[in-house]
């Protein structure tokens, strides 16, 4: 006997189809699975970090459908048919080595969260404000940093994209 799933939000997981860097899958992970563990333990894409798991330090930061989320409060039922983009799917080199030329990077832990981020608000706005900027990235947090060096970073990005 076939299952009925009468919730349009979460179906059932041979029904789930989601876009990640862009490869489709068919999980077969059940639809409440948090879209963070089926990155990290299912693609392997651990790029994208577990910090607290409550959605308050942004180290699990996606793209979903060229919003940033964090993925430890998405489930995968909620994402079918939608496009997510972690850190590994992201071409950004200048990004990238603006947050290396100006030391916004120390143990590395939070970086990815703020890449992405930092990513998604560039493409959205391609010359945001500093206070834009630091809106973007309110949702991440750095204990090593502090936040003056990754907004120099984005400002570097932005004007290297120019």
Known sequence: MMKQNNNKDFPLSSAVK???????????A????????YLREEL??????????????????????????????????????????????INAPELF???????????GFCTPGFVVSAYALLQ???????????EALSGNLCRCTGYKKIVEAVEMAEKRKT
């Open 18 to 28: 989601i876009i990640v860097n862009g490869i489709t899958y068919f999980p077969t």
């Open 30 to 37: 059940s639809p409440s699975t948090r879209l963070l563990d």
């Open 44 to 89: 392997k894409l651990t790029g994208t970090k577990e910090g607290c798991g409550e959605g308050e330090c942004g180290a699990c930061m996606v793209i979903l459908d060229g919003q940033a989320v964090n993925s430890c409060l998405v489930l995968l039922g909620q994402c079918h048919g939608r496009e997510v983009t972690t850190i590994e799917g």
């Open 97 to 107: 080595r603006a947050f290396e030329k100006t030391g916004a990077v120390q143990c």
């Open 124 to 134: 959205q706005n391609p010359h945001p404000t500093e206070a834009e900027i630091k």
